[in-house]
T-cell receptor, first 115, second 111 residues
């Protein structure tokens, strides 16, 4: 079956611009996660959705970052007034949302470059 | 101090060698443990879960020591295709289902 998909695969933008990154989870998965991975580092948690609601957004670095999942499926990560330090690979993962623990499947990521 | 610490490597080993990676975690409340594999410019993929009793999957063996907060991964008879970054991952019960990743250990298997 289809895995997690993310678009675009690459995004180059200028400092100060607004960007949106999209994630399509595996069909039927109720839980969705966003992570950010900088070069040479492991992924870092940003936000977790259970259905339509953000169950945990403690990883968002500041209020320039926002994510939505209005229908409980596709999610969009939004970054306002981008900064060079936002350059990273943004990974989305989904899981069935079963009782803890619950295997997460990752998408290929969006590589964001802020010039 | 990072929550999950790994030696970044790289570990350069010949084909057929046995190699071991270690990882320590700081939060004693961590409830579940995993090794993920990540190929260059690809997404992380689950390699195996790690249980207190230890578990084996083919050439791969994972061990967990809760008292020492230490996780290990042993790869026997290394293949060229094992070359990748291995990420140690923990999950806190009281943190939803978010994963906390180590920085990864890079393995290069040479012919």
């Amino acid at each position: 079956g289809a895995g997690v998909s993310q678009t675009p695969s690459n995004k180059v933008t200028e400092k100060g611009k607004y960007v949106e990154l999209r994630c399509d989870p595996i069909s039927g998965h109720t839980a969705l996660y966003w992570y950010r991975q900088s070069l040479g580092q492991g992924p870092e948690f940003l936000i977790y959705f259970q259905g339509t609601g953000a169950a945990d957004d403690s990883g968002l670095p500041n209020d320039r970052f926002f994510a939505v999942r209005p229908e409980g499926s596709v999610s969009t990560l939004k970054i306002q007034r981008t900064e060079r330090g936002d350059s990273a690979v943004y990974l989305c993962a989904s899981s069935r949302g079963l009782a803890f623990p619950d295997t997460q499947y990752f998408g290929p990521g969006t590589r964001l470059t802020v010039l | 101090r990072k929550e999950v610490e790994q030696d970044p490597g790289p570990f350069n080993v010949p084909e057929g060698a046995t190699v071991a990676f270690n990882c320590t975690y700081s939060n004693s409340a961590s409830q579940s443990f995993f090794w993920y594999r990540q190929d260059c410019r690809k997404e992380p993929k689950l390699l195996m879960s790690v249980y207190s009793s230890g578990n084996e999957d083919g050439r791969f063996t994972a061990q967990l020591n809760r008292a020492s907060q230490y996780i290990s991964l042993l790869i026997r008879d290394s293949k060229l295709s094992d070359s990748a970054t291995y990420l140690c991952v923990v999950n806190l019960r009281n943190a939803g289902n978010m994963l906390t990743f180590g920085g990864g250990t890079r393995l290069m298997v040479k012919p």
